[in-house]
Each structure stands twice: as structure tokens, then as C-alpha cells.
């Protein structure tokens, strides 16, 4: 049961890493993925030699703003400067657009997960019974049954830490 709480670690990990991919190909930078001899994925941004791949990404295409949206909407001295101005401008606001629809996607995953997430915290809760769960068959040895105790108390933190990264991660998205 360690390797799920792993995996959820790992996911959130990999969200946060997918966001921030773009900043570091900005800068040049590579990302490489590094399988261990235990199957243990890591992400860096250094070849670690035996088990690592590059991470392929496509490229990030920076386009500045128009000139026009750059000056703040400043008051055009003829008509055509005009219209250049309203064309300029509409190409600006087809590109928020987007912006707008790429950000809403993430949020929508991002919301699914944190709605994955609340559902799983709420069935361990239900397994948990506040610290008093029902002892199965297979416990004979009350080792056993504490042990899954303490796994379910950890799977219960983890959970609960993979909710509060989502929704930090939401309300940023959100500003």
C-alpha cells in the first residue's frame, strides 16, 4: 500500500513538473526522466546516466503582445491607423482566448483530480472509523490489524496533503 500513496505523490509531482516544463524550456534547459533499479520514475534537469530518457516536450512559441494593446488602447491620429489598431487588437483578444481555454482545461483536470482525491479521503475515512476500524478475517494477529490501522492513517495524511496541493494549485490557476 506504500506504492499508492507513492503513485499519488508521483502524479501530483508530475503536474507540478508539467507546469513548470515550459518555464524550463524557455530557459534552454532539458528535462530527463530516470527510472531507477527499484522502477522509481524521478524527474531533473540533468542526464543521471543508466535509466534516463529525455523528456520530449514541444516547444514553447512566445508571441509579444501588439503594439497597439501595449500602449494601453491610445487614441489613433487617423482612420487607418485605426482599423490596424481594432485588427491588432482583435488578434490579441483571439489569443486571450485561448490562453483562457488552455487554462480552463488545466482547471478542469485539476478539478477532477481534487474531486478523485475528496472521494478517496472519503472512503478511507469510512474504512478508518475514527482510529477503530473493523477487523477483518485475514488479522488473526493483531499486528495485522494495527498495521493496517497505521496504513490507513497514512494513506489518510497523504490524501489529504495531495487535496491541499490541488486547491493551492487551483486558486493560482484561478488569479
Known sequence: MVKSSFIHYSLIF?????FA???????????????????VR???????GAGCVP??????????APRSAAKGGGVSESKSAGSAGR?????????????????????KILQ??????????????????????DRLGSEKNYQ????????????????NDNIEILKTELIRLSK
Open 87 to 107: 485588427r491588432a487588437a482583435a488578434a490579441y483578444d483571439s489569443r486571450s482566448a485561448a490562453d483562457f481555454n488552455a487554462k480552463d482545461d488545466r482547471m
Open 21 to 39: 516544463v515550459p518555464q524550463a524550456q524557455a530557459l534552454g534547459t532539458e528535462m530527463f526522466v530516470c527510472t531507477g533499479a527499484d522502477g
Open 112 to 133: 477532477e483530480e481534487l474531486r478523485i482525491e475528496e472521494s478517496k479521503l472519503k472512503s478511507l475515512q469510512d474504512e478508518y472509523k475514527n482510529g477503530q476500524p
Open 55 to 64: 523528456l520530449n516536450l514541444n516547444p514553447i512559441t512566445v508571441v509579444p
Open 14 to 18: 508530475l503536474v507540478l513538473v508539467l
Open 42 to 48: 524521478t524527474y531533473q534537469n540533468s542526464d543521471g
Open 144 to 159: 495485522k490489524y494495527l498495521d493496517r490501522v497505521s496504513r490507513l492513517e497514512q494513506e489518510i495524511m497523504v490524501t
